[in-house]
């Protein structure tokens, strides 16, 4: 899987309320009508709405970079050159291996 940011590796201790890491600055936001609708979802079976937020922030990264690699390999597997190159050192190495 994806090595994304994980909240729960890089923070030793439980913050209190309010408390942020040191050196992380608070956030607060503006939700519009979708976002606030988006939120009242995500909290009605009574999860906290910093929790519902961070959860949603991490889900978003981790799919905006499944995105990007699926169009990185699209890229790539349409890249004529890239493919004949990768071919070439299958070709060269075959002879290297051992069954």
């Not at 090595?3 to 729960?8: G, S």
């Not at 030793?12 to 956030?27: A, K, M, V």
């Not at 936001?29 to 979708?34: F, K, L, S």
């Not at 597997?77 to 075959?94: F, G, H, I, P, Y």
């Amino acid at each position: 899987m994806l090595a994304l940011f994980d909240p729960a590796r890089l923070l030793s201790r439980r913050l209190t309320r309010g408390e942020t890491p040191e050196g992380w600055p608070r956030r607060s936001i503006r939700p519009d009508d979708d976002a606030r609708r988006a939120l009242a979802v995500l909290t009605q079976d009574g999860t906290p709405v910093s929790t519902a937020v961070r959860a949603a922030l991490i889900q978003a990264a981790k799919t905006a970079a499944q995105v990007r690699l699926r169009a990185e390999a699209a890229a790539l597997a349409a890249d004529e050159a890239d493919r004949a190159e990768a071919a070439q050192v299958l070709r060269d190495t075959e002879t290297l291996r051992a069954w």
